[in-house]
């Protein structure tokens, strides 16, 4: 009997009788401090792998994969309201044609899997994105002529194929010069 107080004193943190517990006023706020910590801790490490998922095409060189928008690492597509000129020198959405070639190559072959190399100033995720079977989603936008090569200060990642696009005239390199009228800094 004297075996069955001592634990039940110890178990309870008092006499073998029920007492109300007393919590400090901060308890609730603590608990909910250290369940906030511990999920932003579980969401940083989930996040420091790939992510791999069915893309939604924001536009031509951001994608969306489980709730999080990925930046294509080293390309920059024109936005979606943007025009470009033609062989004639007529305008044309060259931005809306960039989502949809886009969409329609993740679409080719799902789902895509992207690699992260940090965050841009909006908060994305900043990526070099593969489709299943391999092909580099960055790469392509930039040889089809969908996107250019971001650093053209040292001719960047992408640089030998924003050469090949545009000596063969793909996507946006097609109008006169190769030269947007409203589009992302173009190098000539």
């Not at 007393?22 to 420091?48: D, E, G, H, K």
């Not at 969409?103 to 789902?111: C, K, V, W």
């Not at 010069?177 to 190098?187: D, I, T």
């Amino acid at each position: 009997m004297i075996g069955s107080r001592i634990a039940a004193k110890t178990l309870t943190g008092g006499p073998c009788r029920s007492q109300k517990r007393r919590y400090s006023p901060w308890f609730p706020a603590r608990i909910v401090a250290v369940a906030l910590a511990l999920l932003a801790t579980a969401v940083a490490a989930a996040q420091t792998g790939p992510i791999i998922g069915d893309a939604a095409v924001i536009d031509g060189d951001t994608i969306e994969i489980a709730g999080e928008r990925v930046q294509l690492y080293g390309v920059d597509a024109p936005e979606d309201w943007q025009f470009c000129l033609d062989q004639s020198g007529t305008d044309y959405r060259c931005g809306k044609e960039s989502s949809l070639a886009l969409d329609a190559f993740l679409s080719a072959s799902r789902p895509t899997r992207c690699e992260f190399s940090g965050r841009d100033r909006y908060g994305r995720y900043v990526g070099t994105c593969f489709r299943a079977d391999g092909k580099d989603v960055n790469r392509w936008m930039v040889e089809s002529g969908y996107a250019i090569n971001r650093d053209n200060h040292n001719r960047g990642l992408y640089g030998a194929a924003q050469e090949m696009a545009r000596s063969i005239g793909a996507g946006m390199w097609r109008g006169q010069s190769g030269a947007e009228r409203s589009g992302p800094g173009v190098e000539e």
